[in-house]
């Protein structure tokens, strides 16, 4: 028994430690490539305060805050998938299916339409992962009751995700039809996943959610362990089965709606991340909630370099980058599962 | 599914003559209503004694009965397209949104624009067939790989996922090509626009994939008793599942073709349908069409009521009236429960 633990810790250390090291090099890539490109030396220089003016404004006010805006959102998305698919029992759960990030999308269009002109730009940049969590929130809420029928059928929960989904789009191409022509393309684009108005004051307003909410779905990861066996099973351990699985829900509606405010309805990310997690090491959350979050990172990092640089100077919003990454695996993953 | 209503042949030609009566006055109503608001009996007038030198005559000629015309066809093909799916597969929730047969036939619109620009109308609907075909054998191929067969939550998964992925691929190539806007108006659904032509390449897929269903129509039927039953019975499957594969991809590349998509109608009529008038496919099959039809060329109105004068997409108004029903079908026996 110690020695597998032994071994378990052994192997999650080496992942974390290979991820880490590919999200720091894929950093210094990502921060080199683009319309104006720079030398690996010339990134460290500027890093260190000895770069150009013109490197210091590419980096570290464009390049740098969308970075770590991507490693956010991916982390937070991929957190969130594990969880809910640890929650409900479900491997194909994740916050895009379920419908979670069209509501949050919902009330950011909404907040856009109704509030912002009428705001100051840093106040809205703070306001508006709030409307996300909120519509995040309703929408997991419309989701969760919509499916119960003398409790909650994963397949019945997919399934009611999929309709909320249908419906919060279809709103929300009546609601984009109302707009100015300046709002609506920022959320066409937006709704295609893209990391928006990257600057550092909406890192600031997203950092203390990942902050807080992921290392506190590490601390809960025993009982989402103990969910993960099933209700009564869990029962009969001693768990407090609603209680537990009511926190968790709202930690992974949460994540998902902060992420969606920044990098806009990413599909996919947070399904197939927990798989790959699960595949590396194994279906202890404690180990799959921090590697999913690096892979999330790495993964939405390396579909925003692919997006900006494929087709440069036009830029693919990284959530179409992601799709066809991810969506052939989902496929694989549909015929697999029974 | 839900239970059927018991009924006489009678019965049944009272509602279908009933459907017929409200479809033309919507259909006139749809071309009454407009910027310029016109009455009834200036439309018939127009239809039947046509001046060129009124200019209500010719609004009504060339924009707003061409219009009305496109929306009851593409509803009535969307419908039967969706009754045929649901009845060969025998899966309540196929239809031709769910199972990203849209999405293909949007996707081959996309790359013949880019990269074939400038080719003619009929070639851009053979164009959508081929996306159409495209989409469903992907989403059949990942169904019969996949070990517990295509039920219910497969089929909507699967066509999701291969929904988005056409969708992702098509808006990177719109975006490379600078389409966007094609792009968006495929995706939204909208009958703005269409002309006489539209109709014309309409009628003509329309005439043949409706025959193909209408003949394969009683051998759905038996279908429905189970596919050992009908082979048993003497009947050819194998046949009957081409003809009826190839008439949902000549109705539904012609819709998408003239519409873009037009979410939820395919899912939603047959089952009304079959709710009205009964399992026979025979019955269903014609009046799926003429409810898809009665229910497009009414949200149609509506999509310019919502927000006049602005045009709302009319297939995010189906959407909005399909998702509660799509809900219902979810929370039913046959859409979750123990698949």
Redesign the interface.
């Given at each position: 028994m110690s020695q597998s633990r032994k071994y378990k810790t052994l192997r999650f250390a080496t992942v974390t430690v290979l991820l880490v090291v590919l999200i720091v090099v894929l950093f210094f890539i990502t921060l080199g490539t683009g319309v104006v490109s720079i030398s690996p030396l010339g990134v460290l220089k500027t890093i260190i305060g000895q770069g150009t003016d013109r490197q210091e404004l590419v980096l570290l006010d464009f390049r740098l805050p969308r970075i770590v805006l991507a490693l956010l959102v991916g982390a937070g998305l991929a957190v969130s998938g594990a969880i809910l698919q640890g929650v409900t029992q479900n491997e194909?759960a994740e916050p895009g299916?379920l419908g979670i990030n069209t509501g949050a999308g919902f009330a950011v269009v909404l907040f856009i339409f109704f509030v912002q002109d009428s705001l100051n730009g840093t106040l809205s940049v703070f306001i508006i992962p709030l409307f996300a969590l909120l519509g995040a929130l309703v929408a997991a809420f419309l989701v969760y009751t919509?499916?119960w029928?003398n409790g909650v059928?994963p397949?019945?929960l997919?399934?009611?995700g999929?309709?909320?989904n249908?419906?919060f789009?279809?709103?929300l191409?009546?609601l984009q039809?109302?707009m100015n022509p300046e709002n609506f393309r920022q959320v066409?684009v937006w709704l295609?996943g893209d990391i928006w108005s990257a600057s550092w004051p909406f890192v600031m307003s997203l950092l203390p959610w990942m902050v807080i909410l992921i290392p506190f779905a590490l601390v809960k990861a025993n009982a989402l362990n103990v969910l993960h066996l099933g209700d009564d099973v869990a029962a009969g351990l001693g768990s407090k089965v609603e209680g537990d699985r009511l926190v968790l829900l709202l930690t992974a509606v949460a994540l998902a709606g902060a992420s969606v405010a920044a990098g806009g309805a990413i599909?996919?990310l947070g399904l197939v991340v927990p798989h790959l997690a699960r595949k590396l090491i194994g279906p202890m959350h404690q180990y799959t909630i921090p590697v999913s979050a690096l892979i999330g990172a790495l993964l939405l990092m390396a579909a925003d370099m692919i997006g900006k640089n494929l087709?440069a100077p036009?830029?693919?919003?990284v959530?179409?980058?992601v799709?066809?990454l991810s969506?052939?695996y989902?496929?694989y993953l549909?015929?697999?599962?029974? | 599914m839900l239970s059927t209503i018991h009924h006489s042949k009678l019965l049944k030609i009272a509602i279908i003559m009933l459907t017929v009566v409200a479809l033309a006055v919507s259909m006139g109503l749809s071309v009454a209503f407009g910027a310029v608001d016109i009455k009834l009996p200036t439309v018939w007038n127009a239809v039947v004694h046509f001046n060129e030198n009124l200019t209500t005559h010719q609004v009504i000629q060339e924009l707003r009965l061409p219009r009305a015309t496109a929306a009851a066809m593409v509803g009535a093909f969307l419908a039967v397209s969706g009754a045929i799916m649901q009845g060969m597969t025998r899966n309540p929730l196929a239809s031709p949104s769910i199972m990203g047969v849209t999405n293909g036939a949007a996707f081959a619109l996309v790359i013949t624009m880019a990269f074939f620009p400038g080719v003619s109308n009929p070639a851009m609907t053979f164009a959508s067939f081929a996306g159409a075909g495209i989409a469903v054998v992907l989403v059949f191929m990942v169904g019969s790989f996949s070990k517990s067969g295509l039920t219910p939550v497969k089929l909507a998964l699967a066509g999701v996922a291969i929904g988005t992925l056409l969708t992702s691929v098509s808006s990177v190539i719109a975006l490379h090509f600078q389409l966007e806007k094609q792009l968006g108006f495929w995706q939204a659904g909208g009958l703005a626009g269409t002309g006489w032509q539209a109709n014309q390449v309409l009628l003509a897929s329309g005439a043949v994939g409706m025959v193909i269903a209408l003949m394969i129509a009683k051998s759905i039927t038996v279908l429905n008793l189970g596919e050992d039953v009908a082979a048993g019975l003497g009947q050819n499957n194998a046949l009957l599942k081409i003809l009826g594969i190839l008439s949902v991809l000549i109705l539904t590349g012609a819709a998408v073709s003239v519409a873009g998509s037009i979410g939820f109608l395919g899912l939603i009529v047959p089952h009304i349908t079959r709710f009205i008038i009964g399992t026979d496919y025979r019955w269903l099959i014609p009046v799926s069409a003429l409810f898809g039809a009665l229910l497009l060329v009414l949200s149609d109105i509506v999509s310019r009521l919502v927000n006049a004068p602005f045009e709302t997409p009319v297939g995010a108004i189906t959407s909005l009236i399909g998702v509660p029903f799509f809900l219902y079908l979810a929370r039913g026996k046959n859409g979750g429960g123990q698949s």
């Amino acid at each position: 028994m110690s020695q597998s633990r032994k071994y378990k810790t052994l192997r999650f250390a080496t992942v974390t430690v290979l991820l880490v090291v590919l999200i720091v090099v894929l950093f210094f890539i990502t921060l080199g490539t683009g319309v104006v490109s720079i030398s690996p030396l010339g990134v460290l220089k500027t890093i260190i305060g000895q770069g150009t003016d013109r490197q210091e404004l590419v980096l570290l006010d464009f390049r740098l805050p969308r970075i770590v805006l991507a490693l956010l959102v991916g982390a937070g998305l991929a957190v969130s998938g594990a969880i809910l698919q640890g929650v409900t029992q479900n491997e194909l759960a994740e916050p895009g299916i379920l419908g979670i990030n069209t509501g949050a999308g919902f009330a950011v269009v909404l907040f856009i339409f109704f509030v912002q002109d009428s705001l100051n730009g840093t106040l809205s940049v703070f306001i508006i992962p709030l409307f996300a969590l909120l519509g995040a929130l309703v929408a997991a809420f419309l989701v969760y009751t919509l499916a119960w029928k003398n409790g909650v059928n994963p397949i019945r929960l997919v399934l009611v995700g999929i309709g909320i989904n249908a419906g919060f789009s279809a709103a929300l191409i009546i609601l984009q039809l109302k707009m100015n022509p300046e709002n609506f393309r920022q959320v066409t684009v937006w709704l295609s996943g893209d990391i928006w108005s990257a600057s550092w004051p909406f890192v600031m307003s997203l950092l203390p959610w990942m902050v807080i909410l992921i290392p506190f779905a590490l601390v809960k990861a025993n009982a989402l362990n103990v969910l993960h066996l099933g209700d009564d099973v869990a029962a009969g351990l001693g768990s407090k089965v609603e209680g537990d699985r009511l926190v968790l829900l709202l930690t992974a509606v949460a994540l998902a709606g902060a992420s969606v405010a920044a990098g806009g309805a990413i599909a996919f990310l947070g399904l197939v991340v927990p798989h790959l997690a699960r595949k590396l090491i194994g279906p202890m959350h404690q180990y799959t909630i921090p590697v999913s979050a690096l892979i999330g990172a790495l993964l939405l990092m390396a579909a925003d370099m692919i997006g900006k640089n494929l087709l440069a100077p036009m830029e693919i919003p990284v959530g179409v980058v992601v799709s066809i990454l991810s969506a052939p695996y989902f496929i694989y993953l549909l015929i697999k599962t029974n | 599914m839900l239970s059927t209503i018991h009924h006489s042949k009678l019965l049944k030609i009272a509602i279908i003559m009933l459907t017929v009566v409200a479809l033309a006055v919507s259909m006139g109503l749809s071309v009454a209503f407009g910027a310029v608001d016109i009455k009834l009996p200036t439309v018939w007038n127009a239809v039947v004694h046509f001046n060129e030198n009124l200019t209500t005559h010719q609004v009504i000629q060339e924009l707003r009965l061409p219009r009305a015309t496109a929306a009851a066809m593409v509803g009535a093909f969307l419908a039967v397209s969706g009754a045929i799916m649901q009845g060969m597969t025998r899966n309540p929730l196929a239809s031709p949104s769910i199972m990203g047969v849209t999405n293909g036939a949007a996707f081959a619109l996309v790359i013949t624009m880019a990269f074939f620009p400038g080719v003619s109308n009929p070639a851009m609907t053979f164009a959508s067939f081929a996306g159409a075909g495209i989409a469903v054998v992907l989403v059949f191929m990942v169904g019969s790989f996949s070990k517990s067969g295509l039920t219910p939550v497969k089929l909507a998964l699967a066509g999701v996922a291969i929904g988005t992925l056409l969708t992702s691929v098509s808006s990177v190539i719109a975006l490379h090509f600078q389409l966007e806007k094609q792009l968006g108006f495929w995706q939204a659904g909208g009958l703005a626009g269409t002309g006489w032509q539209a109709n014309q390449v309409l009628l003509a897929s329309g005439a043949v994939g409706m025959v193909i269903a209408l003949m394969i129509a009683k051998s759905i039927t038996v279908l429905n008793l189970g596919e050992d039953v009908a082979a048993g019975l003497g009947q050819n499957n194998a046949l009957l599942k081409i003809l009826g594969i190839l008439s949902v991809l000549i109705l539904t590349g012609a819709a998408v073709s003239v519409a873009g998509s037009i979410g939820f109608l395919g899912l939603i009529v047959p089952h009304i349908t079959r709710f009205i008038i009964g399992t026979d496919y025979r019955w269903l099959i014609p009046v799926s069409a003429l409810f898809g039809a009665l229910l497009l060329v009414l949200s149609d109105i509506v999509s310019r009521l919502v927000n006049a004068p602005f045009e709302t997409p009319v297939g995010a108004i189906t959407s909005l009236i399909g998702v509660p029903f799509f809900l219902y079908l979810a929370r039913g026996k046959n859409g979750g429960g123990q698949s």
